[in-house]
């Protein structure tokens, strides 16, 4: 009757992120300054800038200037201070995050552990009082009781 080729028979997959890189991403994307940052960096680290800067620099030193190095030196100069600022703050910003991530895992893993031993606790009373009933039992169901001691 009907085609379905083309069309997906399962449920989409939801991405889910740990917390602390949601809680990350929603105060980078509200920040003007940090998107910027995050910009110039992912296309400082990108073959693209490589790219852009060879040709640049290629084309500068054979057309435009007849002795490029002063002032190239001057601009690759330059050029490396503003990017090593812009490591230097992915750098930092990958520490905090870090450290975020951590400090939640931590949480997260005292209240596992809390919970663990809660119910550990928990089941050795239920285990116990298990034994001390099936001892009152005895083995043919009907009550034990001690000897009396005179």
Do not use: C
Request: aromatic letters at 6%; hydrophobic letters at 45%; glycine letters at 6%.
């Amino acid at each position: 009757m009907g085609n379905h080729q083309g069309m997906q028979t399962s449920s989409p997959r939801v991405s889910q992120r740990h917390p602390v890189v949601e809680a990350e991403l929603s105060r980078r994307a509200a920040n003007l300054q940090l998107r910027i940052a995050d910009a110039i960096t992912a296309f400082a680290g990108s073959m693209t800038f490589v790219y852009i800067h060879a040709v640049l620099f290629a084309v500068w030193m054979l057309v435009v200037e007849g002795d490029p190095w002063p002032k190239l030196t001057l601009i690759v100069s330059l050029e490396a201070i503003f990017l090593s600022t812009f490591v230097m703050i992915g750098q930092n910003r990958q520490a905090v995050f870090q450290q975020a991530k951590a400090d939640h895992d931590f949480t997260e893993q005292e209240l596992e552990l809390k919970t663990n031993t809660e119910l550990t606790r928990q089941i050795h009373a239920l285990t116990t009082e298990l034994h001390r009933r099936l001892l009152e039992r005895g083995p043919a169901g009907g009550v034990i009781t001690q000897p009396q001691r005179s």
